[in-house]
T-cell receptor, first 114, second 112 residues
Framework: AQKVTQAQTEISVVEKEDVTLDCVYETRDTTYYLFWYKQPPSGELVFLIRRNSFDEQNEISGRYSWNFQKSTSSFNFTITASQVVDSAVYFCALSENRDDKIIFGKGTRLHILP | EADIYQTPRYLVIGTGKKITLECSQTMGHDKMYWYQQDPGMELHLIHYSYGVNSTEKGDLSSESTVSRIRTEHFPLTLESARPSHTSQYLC???????????FGPGTRLTVT
């Protein structure tokens, strides 16, 4: 069965600090896809990144970076030099190759304090 | 990136009323989804569709129904709203051959 665990329910950091959001997943498939979404207070889920199981290369996009490690079944998300606008709920998610559905973690609420 | 529209954005309605939440996308995506998000943030898939005339129930049992008569349109209907239906409803779509879903802005429903 597939499962996504985001152990951090809520995190608060002061602006300009770095913060890492943890994500651990479970799947029996060898081909799968991992995602991160951001949900700002407006409510819309914004797609941030997709990672394929066969590509373990880490990715950086501006202040955002993602660390994918199959050995530990983790797909962590780091925000460098956090800003107040980063305050949101962040969801990690998983989709198996044979499934058209996405399984979401329960989300981590991130507060960036000025 | 998909353009997905949901109306209304906010709705307050009395118990027993019939309501339809609208969802439309302009990218020609075959696959569409409805999620219910409770106040505790967790997302629950309640309906999905692979294309026209295809609808399936999701992982969370829901009293709502959906239809897919046109590719771009995937409305959700509650025949008789109850306070337990108070939630945010999010619509999403996905392109063939891709795995990420793109979401609309959501409808916040309050049933009094």
């Amino acid at each position: 069965a597939q499962k996504v665990t985001q152990a951090q329910t809520e995190i608060s950091v002061v602006e300009k600090e770095d913060v890492t959001l943890d994500c651990v997943y479970e799947t029996r498939d060898t081909t799968y896809y991992l995602f991160w979404y951001k949900q700002p207070p407006s409510g819309e889920l914004v797609f941030l990144i997709r990672r394929n199981s066969f590509d373990e290369q880490n990715e950086i996009s501006g202040r955002y970076s993602w660390n994918f490690q199959k050995s530990t079944s983790s797909f962590n998300f780091t925000i460098t030099a956090s800003q107040v606008v980063d305050s949101a709920v962040y969801f990690c998610a998983l989709s198996e190759n044979r499934d058209d559905k996405i399984i979401f973690g329960k989300g981590t609420r991130l507060h960036i304090l000025p | 990136e998909a353009d997905i529209y949901q109306t209304p954005r906010y709705l307050v309605i009395g118990t027993g009323k019939k309501i339809t939440l609208e969802c439309s996308q302009t990218m020609g995506h075959d696959k569409m989804y409805w999620y219910q998000q409770d106040p505790g943030m967790e997302l629950h898939l309640i309906h999905y569709s692979y294309g026209v005339n295809s609808t399936e129930k999701g992982d969370l049992s829901s009293e709502s129904t959906v239809s897919r008569i046109r590719t771009e349109h995937f409305p959700l209907t509650l025949e008789s709203a109850r306070p337990s239906h108070t939630s945010q409803y999010l619509c999403a779509s996905r392109a063939q051959g891709r795995y990420e879903q793109y979401f609309g802005p959501g409808t916040r429903l309050t049933v009094t």
